[in-house]
């Protein structure tokens, strides 16, 4: 009796024999009775053949009865991770006379196929009041679909690559990825994409003023923040700017504006306000009187400082028995009341 345990079944024939082998295997016939058992395998773990079917011995010119051949079964090593591993399969051949033989198959099992999984699709996040964001699993996505061929648990973790966020207020990419490890470590990562944008608008507030025209030019310069009544953006910065600016005497009396704060990315808010164009402020009148008792025929002297020559200014008196130039008889107050009288805006 003959045990092989590599042999060709092209070579096999060619001697005439017929075999019954599920296995492809390799050898050349060494005898006239031999009996084949499956050859040393490594697959995945997925992929792990059944126990093969071997036939009886083919026997000739041989004087001990055909052999006997049984599967003893097998013994599986011990393994750091449920896709490495080792299963050890034994047959025995025995024949009439007594003789035995047992044959092993080692079958190496290996797992080096990385777990599969979806990523969450990419997504668009955005700075809120604070200025700050949002990127917990809760609020861009977790994965799903995780699948493997051998483990059943697996280590799940992300890491987030910053450095794309160079555009205003901090916005722009966070590149994360995603690493999935099955417990023979082998590793699948997957990237997401989670853009980051500022779209919040500036709060917006205003107010109105008055502004009184230089006296020596005829005009006054308004500026943004005059009329600001505590605008703010969530992001901090921001400008302003306003629709007019530069007032004359043309724009006597209430001139609407508009406010408008623009921040860093581009987003704008407008409120409207009015501004109050008037004239310098009266002149101050300071006269000669040391009492406050005036005869009749008494003199004053008033003096003006501090006039607008763009304005004209008239005398009166409160009496009409009263004048600038005497007051007739009688008791009482007078008063002289100065009084401002603007040029219209094509007076000389």
């Avoid at 490594?42 to 052999?67: K, M």
Wanted: charged share 10%; glycine share 6%.
């Amino acid at each position: 009796m003959k045990i092989l345990s590599n042999i060709s079944l092209k070579n096999f024939l060619k001697c005439g024999f017929s075999l019954f082998v599920f296995i492809p295997l390799s050898a050349l016939p060494q005898s006239s009775d031999f009996v084949l058992f499956p050859a040393s395998l490594i697959v995945s773990c997925d992929n792990i053949p059944p126990v093969a079917v071997i036939g009886t011995e083919v026997t000739s010119n041989n004087s001990c009865p055909p052999d006997n051949i049984t599967y003893l079964g097998q013994i599986t090593s011990d393994s750091s991770c449920p896709g490495n591993y080792k299963i050890i399969r034994t047959w025995r051949l025995s024949d009439g006379c007594s003789n035995v033989k047992d044959s092993s198959q080692v079958i190496t099992v290996i797992d080096t196929t990385p777990p599969s999984f979806s990523l969450p699709p990419n997504i668009t996040v955005y700075r809120n009041n604070a200025c700050s964001i949002d990127t917990s699993v809760a609020a861009t996505g977790n994965i799903s679909g995780l699948s493997d061929n051998c483990s059943s648990s697996f280590s799940i973790s992300y890491s987030d690559n910053t450095s794309g966020l160079t555009g205003c207020n901090n916005t722009g990419i966070i590149i994360r990825t995603w690493n999935v490890r099955d417990l023979c470590n082998n590793l699948s990562s997957k990237q997401q994409i989670i853009s980051v944008a500022d779209t919040s608008r500036p709060s917006m507030a205003c107010k109105n003023i008055t502004r009184l025209l230089d006296a020596a030019t005829g005009t006054v310069s308004v500026m943004p923040a005059e009329i600001d009544a505590g605008t703010t953006d969530n992001c901090s910065f921001f400008s302003l700017s306003i629709s007019q600016s530069v007032f004359n005497c043309t724009h006597l009396g209430d001139n609407p504006v508009t406010l408008t704060a623009t921040d860093a990315c581009g987003n704008t808010a407008v409120c409207n306000a009015t501004i109050t164009i008037d004239y310098a402020l009266p002149p101050v009148s300071s006269s000669t009187v040391t009492s406050d008792t005036l005869c009749n025929g008494d003199t004053v002297l008033f003096t003006l400082t501090g006039t607008n020559p763009l304005t004209h200014y008239t005398w009166t008196v409160n009496r009409s028995d009263a004048s600038l130039t005497g007051v007739s008889g009688g008791s009482g107050n007078v008063g002289v009341e100065i009084k401002q009288i603007p040029y219209n805006h094509s007076d000389s």
